[in-house]
């Protein structure tokens, strides 16, 4: 399921279908790495662990599969944090883009893609794993204003980071 539909997102039919302009991009957010966060940020209702389920190592495949089939222009990849594994998910991250790439380029397609990470805990050397994978796209959510940090965000995660 994409992050799309748990969601319920009331524009699916726009992104995936692409509008209703010949010009326009099929798109959809994929969420990545598993379905449980290892942070219990207070906006948020996706499982949290201190101990998640390993990751898919088949996951980038499936994922380069299903976007092919799903026959995107636009993909957005986002995930859960995984402040329990050495690199915090980044390689996985980067795994999944490259697979992206390369199953599409095989097809003779092109793909655009989207990486929404998690904060990396503020480690450069993360987000450069994820910054040079051959993505389109880096963004980061900041999720609040500082103000409200310690408030609504888990107590692992810094505002500056």
């Given at each position: 399921?994409?992050?799309?539909?748990?969601?319920?997102?009331?524009?699916?039919?726009?992104?995936?279908?692409?509008?209703?302009?010949?010009?326009?991009?099929?798109?959809a957010?994929?969420?990545?790495?598993?379905?449980?966060?290892?942070r219990?940020?207070?906006?948020?209702?996706?499982?949290t662990?201190?101990?998640?389920?390993?990751?898919?190592?088949?996951?980038?495949?499936?994922?380069?599969?299903?976007?092919?089939?799903?026959?995107?222009?636009?993909?957005?990849?986002?995930?859960?944090?995984?402040?329990?594994?050495?690199?915090?998910?980044?390689?996985?991250?980067?795994?999944?883009v490259?697979?992206?790439?390369r199953?599409?380029?095989?097809?003779?397609?092109?793909?655009?893609?989207?990486?929404?990470?998690?904060?990396?805990?503020?480690?450069?050397t993360?987000?450069?794993?994820?910054?040079?994978?051959?993505?389109?796209?880096?963004?980061?959510?900041?999720?609040?204003?500082?103000?409200?940090q310690?408030?609504?965000?888990?107590?692992?995660?810094?505002?500056?980071?």
């Open positions: 399921a994409t992050v799309c539909e748990e969601a319920k997102c009331p524009n699916i039919g726009e992104c995936w279908g692409g509008g209703d302009d010949p010009d326009s991009t099929a798109t957010t994929i969420m990545i790495m598993g379905d449980t966060c290892t219990g940020c207070s906006f948020c209702a996706v499982k662990s201190r101990k998640p389920p390993p990751l898919d190592e088949e996951e980038p495949r499936k994922v380069a599969e299903a976007i092919a089939q799903w026959g995107l222009d636009y993909v957005v990849l986002t995930s859960v944090d995984r402040d329990d594994l050495h690199d915090q998910g980044s390689l996985h991250f980067r795994k999944v490259q697979e992206l790439k199953t599409h380029q095989k097809q003779g397609k092109n793909i655009l893609v989207e990486a929404l990470t998690p904060d990396f805990r503020g480690d450069l993360l987000v450069e794993h994820v910054a040079t994978s051959g993505l389109d796209v880096y963004a980061h959510n900041i999720e609040t204003v500082e103000r409200l310690r408030r609504v965000r888990d107590r692992t995660a810094g505002y500056e980071q």
